[in-house]
Structure formats: structure tokens, C-alpha cells
């Protein structure tokens, strides 16, 4: 019987360490967390001695538990640790499992949501970017109804009338909506450019002013990415008009200039020629469409020389590097046929 007694003695002793140290690490982490929110650095002190306390309070909390699991005649934390032990298996424990339960779900959600397939080709497609857009919004989704319920459910054990407590926060929740208008309006945005896939993360767009790649988007925010890796914050409210240069397929424009001197149906032709090579390139043509290269001819008479223009379909995101490519190669090709390119030029006359 003693030894029996002795063995329970120690498991509740070995649960209470370890149920000590989350609460701890969870308060600390929190704590933290709200720390890191703050925007002056002097205030970090503060967060760092309210966890410190945090760790003081729990660690007093086991060991008056402890007190009582032992039976130890110390005061007063033989009477603080009756009360915490009535208080854990009355009530307390339940909270401590719904809170537990609530945090292992919200780490989860983002490994379940790795496990949806994404799309196994290594081409840019609609339909990476839906799954990309509805991963990052089924995340965000998940994880607030997890710590609402989570909180809701706690609460509940601890003796409040939920009912009640959603009923008031119902009436503040209006009054809170009124103030909070442009929130709402971001997400009914949000929602609809989702619905209408709109734009996904993954791809290039313009939104006003501002060009770059979405790198997040949920239903209040969408966040891009310039070339300069400069990262924008654009509520969903605010985008009335938006333009994705990667959706199903794209287009590199590119002017070719050569000068007045040159025999201009001699260089449509070296130009026709170097865009049908460029297109039959085997390191270049996946990045092309099934729809070949155009040489539109002559676009216009500019005051320094005679403007070509060559359209180049190509696949989405892709634009950008055949464009560079044919550039280079269309001026060494010119440079090898003697073809001039018109560039400025000052005449000096003395008089």
C-alpha cells in the first residue's frame, strides 16, 4: 500500500513539473511575443522582468502542489497547494487540457496544410497560385476559429455563461464594426478577389503606384515584394484596379531601333531571322508559347532612327528574361551584319 502510495506521489509530482514548465514557457513565449509589439526598445526590459515573475508565480505554484502531494507541514504553502489541487481537479484541469489541445491544433494546422497537393510541375500555373492563396487563407481562418473556441471553451469550464458573454460581445462587435468599417470592406475584398481568382500569391501584379510579386495574401492584406525587395502592405479596401502581368500567358515588347543609314528591308530581315533562331533555341524555347514570335515591321520614324517592333509570347513570369536575352543577341547580330544603331550625337560648329 505505501509503496503504491509512493509511486502515485511521484507520477503527480513528475505531471506537475511538467505541466509547471509549459505553463511557464507558454506565459513567456506570450509574454514575449507582446514585447516584441511594443515599438520602443527600452520597454523590452519590462516584458523580460513581467516573464521572470511569470516564472516565479508558476514555479510557487508547483512547489506549494508539491507541499501537498508530499505531505509537508510548511506554511503557508501546504494551504496554497490544497487549494490549487481542489482547484485543478474541480476545474482547472479541463482548462489546462483545453488550452493544451488548443495550442498542439494551431502548431498543426500549418503541417496539415504542407500535405495538400500544390501542384508537382515546375511551371508557374493557376492552379499553384489558387493553392498557394487558398493555403495562406485557410490558415489564417483556422487558426483564429481555434483560438476563439479555444477561448470560448475555457471560459465555459470556468464558470462564465458563455451565452451571455457572446450576447454582450455581440452588441460591442456592432459597435465595434461601425468604427472598423474599412476592415470589413477589406475583408468582403478580400473574399471576392479569392472567389474570383483575381490574383494568387505567386504572381506579378500593379496595384496603383506599386509593382511586385504577391508574397502573402489573406482577406485583409495583400503584401507584395518590389525587385528592390522592398516589401508593401496593401489593404484589400484600397485596391480598385489591379494588373497581374503573369496569368496564363505574357508578352515581351521589344523595339529595335537601327539607324536612317541602314537598308531597312535588310534589317527587318536580319531582325525576322535572329527572332526565329531565338524561338528554335533548345535552352530557350520552354519559355516560350506555342504561338510563335511576330516582327510587327516598322512601329515608327523616332527622330534618331527607325523603330522595329518585335512581340515574343511567352509563358507567364518569362517576359522579362527573353526579353533581356533577345536585346543581347539581336546587338551582337546587327554588330556582325554592319547594321547601324542610331545613337545620340552632338555637332559642334565654331564659328
Given at each position: 500500500m505505501e509503496t503504491s502510495s509512493l509511486s502515485l506521489q511521484i507520477l503527480t509530482s513528475l505531471g506537475l513539473f511538467i505541466l509547471g514548465f509549459w505553463l511557464g514557457r507558454a506565459g513567456a513565449a506570450l509574454l514575449g511575443w507582446l514585447g516584441r509589439l511594443t515599438p520602443e526598445a527600452r520597454d523590452d526590459r519590462y516584458w523580460r522582468l513581467a516573464g521572470w515573475l511569470w516564472w516565479g508565480l508558476v514555479g510557487l505554484g508547483v512547489f506549494s502542489l508539491g507541499v501537498f502531494v508530499w505531505r509537508m507541514p510548511l506554511e503557508p504553502f501546504y494551504p496554497w497547494g490544497q487549494r490549487l489541487y481542489?482547484?485543478?481537479?474541480?476545474?482547472?484541469?479541463?482548462?489546462?487540457?483545453?488550452?493544451?489541445?488548443?495550442?498542439?491544433?494551431?502548431?498543426?494546422?500549418?503541417?496539415?496544410?504542407?500535405?495538400?497537393?500544390?501542384?508537382?510541375?515546375?511551371?508557374?500555373?493557376?492552379?499553384?497560385?489558387?493553392?498557394?492563396?487558398?493555403?495562406?487563407?485557410?490558415?489564417?481562418?483556422?487558426?483564429?476559429?481555434?483560438?476563439?473556441?479555444?477561448v470560448l471553451l475555457a471560459l465555459s469550464n470556468l464558470g462564465l455563461n458563455v451565452t451571455a458573454l457572446l450576447a454582450g460581445a455581440g452588441v460591442v462587435g456592432l459597435g465595434i464594426s461601425l468604427a472598423a468599417q474599412n476592415l470589413i470592406r477589406d475583408v468582403i475584398n478580400g473574399f471576392f478577389i479569392l472567389l474570383e481568382d483575381q490574383y494568387g500569391v505567386g504572381d506579378v501584379i500593379t496595384v496603383g503606384q506599386l509593382s511586385g510579386g504577391v508574397e502573402r495574401f489573406n482577406l485583409r492584406v495583400t503584401v507584395l515584394r518590389d525587385l528592390e525587395g522592398r516589401v508593401h502592405f496593401i489593404p484589400n479596401s484600397t485596391i480598385q484596379q489591379v494588373t497581374v502581368m503573369s496569368r496564363d500567358w505574357a508578352r515581351?515588347?521589344?523595339?529595335?531601333?537601327?539607324?536612317?543609314?541602314?537598308?531597312?528591308?535588310?534589317?527587318?530581315?536580319?531582325?525576322?531571322?535572329?527572332?526565329?533562331?531565338?524561338?528554335?533555341?533548345?535552352?530557350?524555347?520552354?519559355?516560350?508559347?506555342?504561338?510563335?514570335?511576330?516582327?510587327?515591321?516598322?512601329?515608327?520614324?523616332?527622330?534618331?532612327?527607325?523603330?522595329?517592333?518585335?512581340?515574343?509570347?511567352?509563358?507567364?513570369?518569362?517576359?522579362?528574361?527573353?526579353?533581356?536575352?533577345?536585346?543581347?543577341?539581336?546587338?551582337?547580330?546587327?554588330?556582325?551584319?554592319?547594321?547601324?544603331?542610331?545613337y545620340p550625337t552632338r555637332r559642334v560648329i565654331q564659328g
Open positions: 481542489g482547484w485543478l481537479g474541480e476545474r482547472g484541469l479541463a482548462v489546462l487540457l483545453i488550452l493544451g489541445a488548443s495550442v498542439f491544433f494551431y502548431r498543426l494546422v500549418p503541417r496539415l496544410l504542407q500535405r495538400l497537393p500544390a501542384g508537382t510541375s515546375q511551371e508557374f500555373t493557376r492552379e499553384q497560385v489558387r493553392a498557394q492563396t487558398l493555403k495562406s487563407v485557410l490558415e489564417s481562418v483556422l487558426k483564429v476559429l481555434i483560438v476563439a473556441l479555444g515581351a515588347v521589344v523595339d529595335v531601333q537601327v539607324a536612317y543609314e541602314a537598308p531597312i528591308d535588310r534589317a527587318l530581315e536580319v531582325v525576322r531571322d535572329e527572332v526565329q533562331a531565338f524561338y528554335q533555341d533548345p535552352d530557350w524555347r520552354d519559355k516560350f508559347t506555342e504561338n510563335p514570335p511576330e516582327v510587327l515591321g516598322v512601329q515608327q520614324l523616332a527622330d534618331s532612327g527607325i523603330v522595329i517592333r518585335v512581340l515574343l509570347n511567352a509563358k507567364p513570369k518569362e517576359q522579362w528574361a527573353l526579353g533581356r536575352e533577345f536585346r543581347r543577341r539581336i546587338k551582337l547580330r546587327l554588330d556582325a551584319e554592319g547594321i547601324p544603331i542610331p
